[in-house]
């Protein structure tokens, strides 16, 4: 009996290693291929999942040869501890970024006009953007239960001057300006996100109120890949209209 717990300890110690290095291998080589587009942005994302299975096997394998090598000297515990370490953080990291995504809707499109949305006249609209939702009143209805407090920013400047203040936060932010015509009141941009860098493209209407003093700011934020944002596009808009309102 003691021999067969033994010989249990040393393999579970092996695997919980084994699977601990396969699952870093596998979880941050996705992302990172993902992040310089060696691969698509799914598949790292998938690989980053994969890679916490494995993190979270190798946790439980090196938890039972901790339990089975009880008053047995194993060979090789300090580097089992440091997996067990390993593997509990990133099957942690992944729990929490998952009960954060629980707590948001499984959109990706989000606007401060849902009546008349902004719409892209450079950067393309994925054509499955009801994916998750169905139809647009789907989409509309899990949109204004979600992000209700999102509404149009009205500030009291002129409509060139906004596009100019949009267009040089927006640099500010990191994202890659496709439009900034005053003209048409219009700046569109692709925004990444995460270390993946998901893209998300974003897009900001800006109309005169009819003092022609003052201009109304309606934004609309797509995430390009994927059913959920994670509450990312909601973010963003709240941070960059909160910024333009003091520029």
Do not use: Q
């Not at 249990?8 to 870093?24: D, H, Q, V």
């Not at 949305?117 to 009143?137: E, H, K, Q, Y």
């Not at 009291?156 to 900034?180: F, N, Q, Y």
């Amino acid at each position: 009996m003691e021999n067969s717990r033994t010989r249990w300890g040393y393999r579970l110690s092996g695997w919980s290693k084994g699977m601990t290095i396969a699952a870093l291998f596998c979880g941050f080589g996705g992302v990172t291929a993902a992040r310089y587009d060696l691969i698509g942005k799914i598949p790292g994302f998938l690989g980053l999942l994969g890679g916490g299975a494995l993190a979270t096997l190798a946790l439980i394998a090196g938890l039972v040869a901790l339990v089975l090598a009880r008053g047995i000297s194993l060979p090789g515990r300090g580097m089992l501890m440091a997996c067990l370490v390993v593997s509990g953080l990133y099957s942690g990291f992944l729990v929490s970024r998952a009960m954060n995504a629980a707590k948001v809707p499984a959109i990706h499109d989000v606007t401060t006009d849902l009546a008349d949305p902004p719409s892209f006249s450079r950067l393309p609209l994925r054509p499955d953007n009801l994916a998750g939702v169905g139809t647009v009143d789907n989409w509309k209805t899990i949109h204004a239960a979600a992000y209700g407090d999102l509404a149009p920013l009205v500030v009291a400047k002129p409509v060139a001057e906004v596009v100019a203040d949009a267009t040089r936060l927006a640099r500010e932010e990191g994202w890659d300006i496709a439009v900034s015509d005053t003209a048409a009141g219009r700046v569109e941009a692709t925004a990444s996100v995460s270390f993946i860098r998901f893209k998300d493209d974003v897009v900001l209407r800006i109309t005169p109120e009819e003092d022609g003093k003052r201009s109304r700011i309606d934004m609309r934020s797509v995430s390009r890949v994927g059913v959920s944002d994670m509450g990312m596009n909601a973010k963003r808009i709240r941070a960059f209209l909160a910024r333009l309102a003091k520029a």
